[in-house]
């Protein structure tokens, strides 16, 4: 009977495209249908992502970037169908056979990601007040951040006895604080370099990158999908929700995510101000001070096991985050210092010929 349901409810849909149903399977949002013309995914989407994706994946087609799991268009010409208060679209089922290992799909969806963003790139005008205005919030932030720190690690160590919490916090809060100290320098440094800039880079932003939404198809060739939350913004938007999402783990050297970074970059290099902002926000110690300020508000809402719990997990974040941050520093270091003295040897061969 749900099978019926199914090919009923699916089947007007699908009707707009000119294909006929045969067995379709649920995967949630997305609806394997086997049908006439072949396999395809019918996505359900919100009306409110719909004009804004789809024009997107439109602009990036004009282009010439490709690799885009193809929407179809119904006979009539259009790439979605209205259907009560959702939205649908079309697009061939993909194999996405693992053809290579985890290491090296990474690397080629960071090389897609890179082309994606080359080939949308635009700089677009920047009020000086408004760039003024973000960095004072930023800053005034993280000084409340800092602020919080240092009166909760004084309340710990002027306890007699402190909670298991409280004594995991003390042994954070160096590296907090720190990390925190490094982001804040970052941004005051790129506010310096930028702040009589008029303009900036921006992108069209996949929005929600993830191997989930990068497929392979028979040939191995990747090509991203579900661009519903693309736009255009700055390119880090994409690179640091990765990131972060790739570190949440048990602490570990992830050399993985510094290849991952610079294979990005190596196909589209950032400029010096939006290597800083990137590190700034990239190394900002924000979720584990936001597991503090949630126990320090919360006493006795939650056990005192899962708050330590949930601090510990944010710790090896934050720990994770601090060996790529110093990763990129020193070979950021390592590229100036290499550009300074190639320039020297210029300077020096350009005298002796002259």
């Known amino acids: 009977m749900e099978k019926e349901n199914r090919l009923m409810k699916y089947g007007h849909i699908l009707r707009h495209y000119a294909v006929e149903p045969n067995f379709i399977e649920d995967f949630g949002r997305v609806q394997k249908v086997y049908a006439n013309k072949g396999v395809f995914a019918l996505k359900k989407i919100s009306p409110h992502h719909g004009a804004d ?51 090296e799909r990474h690397q080629q969806m960071f090389r897609e990601l890179a082309r994606l963003h080359v080939l949308s790139v635009k700089d677009i005008p920047i009020n000086k007040e408004d760039r003024e205005e973000h960095y004072d919030n930023t ?29 995991l916090f003390t042994q954070y809060y160096n590296d907090i604080s ?32 993830s191997p989930e939404h990068f497929l392979y198809d028979e040939r191995g060739l990747g090509y991203f999908m579900n661009f519903e939350e ?41 400029r010096d101000d939006e290597m800083l902002l990137f590190q700034s926000y990239f190394a900002n110690p924000g979720p584990v001070i936001r597991a503090a300020e949630k126990y320090h508000n919360s006493k006795g809402k939650k056990s005192e096991r899962k708050h330590v719990q949930h601090i510990q997990r944010q710790f090896w974040l934050l720990k994770n985050t601090e060996y790529v941050a110093m990763r990129i520093d020193e070979i950021e270091r390592q590229k100036k210092q290499a550009q300074a003295e190639a320039a020297a040897k210029a300077e020096q061969e350009g005298a002796q010929g002259g």
């Open 53 to 103: 994706f789809i024009k997107n994946i439109q602009t990036l087609y004009q282009k010439g970037y490709n690799r885009i799991v193809p929407i179809y268009p119904t006979v009539d010409g259009r790439y979605a169908v209205l259907q009560s208060t959702e939205l649908y679209y079309l697009m061939p089922w993909m194999a996405n056979e693992e053809k290579e290992n985890r290491f």
């Open 178 to 209: 720190q990390a925190l100290k490094y982001s804040k320098n970052k941004l005051k440094e790129w506010y310096e370099k930028t702040k009589d800039d008029e303009k900036a880079r921006t992108v069209i932003i996949h929005g929600k990158v």
């Open 139 to 167: 800053i005034n932030e993280w000084d409340k951040q800092n602020e919080f720190l240092n009166g909760f690690i004084e309340e710990c160590e002027s306890r007699d006895y402190m909670s298991p919490y409280e004594l």
């Open 230 to 270: 693309s736009r255009q913004s700055s390119p880090m938007h994409d690179l640091l929700p990765f990131l972060a999402r790739s570190l949440k783990t048990f602490p570990k050297r992830a050399d993985d995510a510094v290849d991952w970074l610079y294979t990005y970059l190596k196909h589209f290099p950032f």
